[in-house]
């Protein structure tokens, strides 16, 4: 009988042990570079099938940017930005703190008012949020840090053939169990922080850039995502302050060589009006 205890004693501690190794080790973490990018894309997949899902959602970040003046000087500014989509054609998106824009999309074009210096410029755009977002982007090289999340598969606009990194590990933040990833791929390194459990939607994102002459870094926190909010109508059609002055949105130069001249060779202009 105490052979008996003894081994089943014995037993008992091993699997104890075992157990306590298992839990330790992390049963199904990544373990190889294959394994932890295979598993970054997977959650990055579901946090995007999430926001695809939402036909209508809105959200608030804190943003804290990097960005380099023309002098050389770096300088740090501090927004938050409160952002409203309705899919597949309008969104809202209102800047405050070290600037104050507003942009409007309305499935016909594009309104944005600078309110600090008073002006405002225009431009058609395309009938889906998608197209709207990579025009502005190519045309005038203007992006945010919450587009990406706007897209109809944010996964796409996030993630390329060419993205390598993925899974990092399990974070506690607060009384949240987070996934914290981390990318890199061409001109771009960033991280992001998705629940473990529960609605899988970014919570932070530090992205850096390699080659913007411009902007180096940002750090945006997301906060009150909602998707079911109560939208009014009238949230996406710009109010433009009769005393601003109406500017045209300037194209990247590349853009500019590669547009069709008039007979005069001349590019014609690009919709921009003053109302």
Known sequence: MRDSVSFTSGVVALTALATSLSLACGPGEPRTDAERLARGREI??????????APVFSVTTAEVRDEIKSSGASEQVTLTRATVVRRPDRFYSVVMGGRHNEVWYDGV??????????????????ETIDKT????????????????????????????????????????????????????????TWEIWIPAVGDPLPQRTV????????????????????????????????????????????????????????????????GVDKK
């Open 207 to 270: 992205t850096q850039f390699t080659d913007n002459k411009q902007l180096r870094k940002i750090d945006t926190t997301f906060k009150d995502w909602n998707l079911a909010p109560q939208i009014p109508e009238d949230r996406f059609s710009p109010t433009v302050p009769a005393d601003y002055e109406g500017i045209a949105m300037v194209q990247r130069a590349r853009v500019l060589r590669n547009m069709p001249k008039d007979d005069e060779g001349a590019v014609p202009p690009q």
């Open 109 to 126: 074009g594009v309104t944005l008012v600078l309110h600090n210096e008073k002006v405002f410029a225009q431009a058609r755009a395309p």
């Open 133 to 188: 977002l990579d025009t502005i982007y190519e045309r005038y090289g203007l992006a945010t840090p919450i587009s990406d999340y706007i897209y109809a598969s944010p996964a796409k606009a996030l993630l390329t053939e060419k993205t390598t990194g993925g899974w990092v590990g399990r974070e506690t933040v607060g009384d949240q169990q987070l996934d914290h990833l981390a990318f890199k791929d061409t001109g771009v």
């Open 44 to 53: 990055i997949d579901r946090m995007s099938a999430k926001l695809a899902a």
